[in-house]
């Protein structure tokens, strides 16, 4: 949604939207290394915005969050780079116990 000022857009004013990722480590690497839709998302926050190709401006994208989820790396899953987990706040846990997870 647009807002009062030129080139920014985001939610309506006084919200925040909330854009999940899941499988966050599943893009499959090019010949060079690079995950191209991983790229694209820390640009968002390295610049906070896109260039618009077609109207050669940037946009400026405001009030969002991501939040991701992703599995181990293996069987199709890629490490992610630390220039792009750099971004994020990471939380992980242990697996659970066979014995835990029959208590739950």
């Known amino acids: 949604m647009k ?3 030129l080139g ?6 006084n919200k ?9 480590n599943m893009p499959k690497k090019e010949q060079f290394g690079a995950q191209p839709a ?11 915005g896109w260039y618009d190709m077609h109207e050669f ?3 400026n994208i405001v009030d969002i969050f ?3 989820s992703m599995g181990l790396p293996g ?7 630390v220039r792009f987990t750099r971004n994020f706040n990471l ?7 066979n014995e835990s997870i029959n208590y739950i």
Do not use: C, M
């Open 3 to 5: 807002r009062r000022k």
């Open 8 to 13: 920014v857009l985001g939610p309506e004013n």
């Open 16 to 24: 925040i939207a909330l854009i999940h990722i899941d499988d966050l």
């Open 38 to 48: 991983l790229e694209l998302l820390r640009q968002w926050f390295n610049y906070e």
């Open 57 to 59: 401006e940037f946009k």
């Open 66 to 68: 991501f939040l991701s």
């Open 75 to 81: 069987g199709g899953r890629t490490e992610l780079s």
């Open 91 to 97: 939380i992980s846990y242990t697996n659970y116990t």
